[in-house]
């Protein structure tokens, strides 16, 4: 694996302003629901700008140390480390225009929970090409060596390309690939629960559609019962999947509205499976850009978003909407008018999401409602929610979200490593708490705790209980 550096790109024309954060709506200290933050390590993404000669690396373990220790610092939730099984290619090549190569999440939180105290470890990891008992076996291992602070982030893939790796290849279509996630983690929480109360090893038996295990679990129940489980999706099947089984669910909505809607729904989806609101968080992930004025904050924002989409970036994200080389096209000239390819290969290792033709659609729209060239598009289509101005603004807006049931908290993804959270850790976290809106200690050991998640109940046999 290699850290690849992008060469500083020529200053382009000046793009469209970023989107600004929602209005501000006073509400006295005390009065706001509590919010939960995590931070996301960036790695393969458009998001981090490589470029920028603070960029640290992407694989030394000090840039995983400061990151997290910074987390911890802000008394955030958890650190949230992504995973990638093969590396992307874009028109038969390496991705190069972007780092290459990351390391194995649960590897890196081992080492991690050694350096830290609280903070919660998530590691992405995928339950189509794992198994349920190796991978319960790891996840236990990190809560049992961090005191309680391990989570999984359940992803999965029907990706052949990625699947070319593995031994089955890329062999479940999208639905049996949630029917397979859906045992796999029911699988494993089986596996957690094995031990009886007084830490006796007990058979275990699992014979499902996809697994078919028998024999003893390795380790006794871990300090959480169940590592936290977390689920990134906005799809229909994502969102079911979430509500009958996640902690967490990881998600991304660019407006308030679109995270109310988002946010009612999952919630509604709740009882239907026999919990909770309070069973699941909700937490989008968001950037945030902090200055000592909102129009300063805004100003290093615009520049930020040149940066995260140079003219090489931009094209790169339009073949993916449109499935073909673009590579003659001007970056500050217009979109293609033709349609997209919808059965192509041009990007591997990459989700393309939705319909191409109404995704580029939804492109042209927006270029004709703002007479944007296509870098300026991408730009705008591209950006996820963010939260741009003063400290004081910052925090104001976030709190309002949370207030309005639009997100239980936010994972942070910032655009630098590892120093990418040092400001908002400085300075937005405390006017959170003196807002009452964020701990100003953390209030137990385990994850579940800074969550405010139950701890699971051991399951008992009969025989556990006439004992």
């Not at 200053?11 to 995590?38: D, E, I, K, N, V």
């Not at 393969?44 to 694989?59: A, C, E, F, H, L």
Request: no cysteine.
């Amino acid at each position: 694996m290699s850290h690849q550096r992008l060469p500083q790109q020529p200053r382009p024309a000046p793009p469209q302003q970023p989107r600004p954060a929602p209005p501000r709506r006073s509400q006295p200290p005390g009065t706001h629901r509590p919010l939960h933050l995590a931070a996301h390590f960036p790695g393969v993404n458009s998001t981090t700008v490589w470029s920028d000669p603070r960029s640290g690396s992407q694989i030394a373990f000090d840039s995983f140390v400061h990151l997290a220790r910074t987390a911890e610092r802000g008394l955030f939730d958890f650190f949230f480390l992504a995973e990638g099984l093969r590396l992307r290619e874009h028109k038969g090549r390496i991705h190069d225009l972007d780092v290459v190569g990351r390391p194995e999440s649960l590897a890196v939180l081992n080492a991690v929970a050694a350096v830290t105290e609280r903070l919660g470890l998530a590691a992405t990891v995928n339950s189509t090409f794992n198994e349920p008992y190796e991978l319960a076996r790891r996840l236990a291992s990190l809560d049992h060596l961090s005191d309680g602070r391990a989570a999984w982030n359940v992803v999965t893939s029907s990706d052949a390309f990625t699947g070319e790796n593995f031994r089955r290849g890329g062999y479940l279509d999208r639905a049996e690939r949630y029917t397979r996630a859906a045992e796999f983690v029911a699988t494993a929480r089986e596996l957690w629960d094995s031990w009886s109360p007084d830490g006796t090893p007990r058979p275990f038996a699992h014979h499902g559609r996809h697994f078919s295990i028998e024999g003893e679990f390795t380790l006794p129940r871990s300090p959480q019962g169940h590592p936290v489980v977390i689920q990134a999706g906005d799809s229909a099947e994502g969102r079911d999947f979430a509500a009958s089984t996640a902690d967490v669910i990881f998600t991304r909505h660019g407006t308030l509205a679109a995270g109310q809607e988002f946010y009612a729904d999952v919630k509604g989806r709740l009882p239907g499976y026999g919990r909770t609101a309070d069973d699941l968080k909700i937490m989008p992930g968001v950037t945030v850009v902090v200055g000592d004025t909102d129009a300063e904050a805004q100003e290093k924002a615009t520049e930020i978003r040149r940066l995260q989409v140079s003219p090489q970036n931009a094209l790169l994200a339009a073949e993916q909407v449109w499935g073909t080389d673009l590579s003659g096209f001007d970056p500050d000239g217009p979109l293609p008018a033709f349609d997209p390819v919808v059965d192509s290969d041009v990007v591997q290792g990459r989700v393309r999401q939705g319909d191409p033709r109404a995704l580029a659609e939804k492109w042209r729209g927006l270029a004709r409602a703002k007479n944007l060239s296509l870098r300026e598009t991408a730009i705008e289509a591209t950006g996820r929610q963010s939260f741009i101005g003063s400290a004081a603004t910052v925090a104001e807006a976030m709190s309002h979200f949370v207030d309005s049931r639009a997100a239980d908290g936010f994972i942070l993804v910032p655009h630098l490593t590892p120093g990418g959270l040092d400001e908002f850790v400085d300075q937005v976290v405390p006017l959170l708490q003196e807002r009452g809106a964020f701990r100003t200690a953390y209030t137990g050991p385990t994850l579940r705790d800074h969550l405010g998640l139950s701890h699971p109940a051991t399951r008992q046999t009969p025989k556990d209980a006439a004992a």
